[in-house]
């Protein structure tokens, strides 16, 4: 059974940093890119980070690509997004996500794609 889990969501003031983790299981870690979205009150889902499990290339959005890094660790098939500098237009529940066709593509190409797994999201929430 593919799982995705996420964990390390919560409340912290504007300026705080979080890492989120996502631990995948049930599938090739290794064939897959994983990306992490986000879901604002009264705003559509929204891409903002990726990563190939593979090479490990990465690929974000410009809102987000001075203050988060994703990152990962094939050995325990977890992939991180640290998030830094945060802002209260932050706050959003956080999803990871997995899919293959994403490493044919390129990681740039991952805001275009339909991720195949998904995980139950973790809120964070930043307060100004």
């Known amino acids: 059974e593919v799982q995705l889990v996420e964990s390390g969501g919560g409340l912290v003031q504007a300026g705080g940093s979080l890492r989120l983790s996502c631990a995948a299981s049930g599938f090739s870690f290794d064939d897959y890119a994983i990306g992490w979205f986000r879901r604002a009150p009264g705003k559509e889902r929204e891409g903002i980070a990726c990563?190939?499990?593979?090479?490990?290339?990465?690929a974000y959005i410009d809102s987000v690509k001075d203050r988060f890094t994703i990152s990962k660790d094939n050995a325990k098939n977890t992939v991180y997004l640290q998030m830094n500098s945060l802002k209260p237009e932050d706050t959003a529940v956080y999803y990871c996500?997995?899919?293959?066709?994403?490493?044919?593509?390129?990681?740039?190409?991952?805001?275009?794609?339909?991720?195949?797994?998904w995980g139950q999201g973790t809120q964070v929430t930043v307060s100004s």
């Open positions: 990563i190939s499990s593979s090479d490990g290339s990465t």
């Open positions: 996500a997995a899919e293959r066709e994403v490493l044919r593509l390129g990681v740039k190409a991952f805001r275009r794609v339909l991720f195949d797994y």
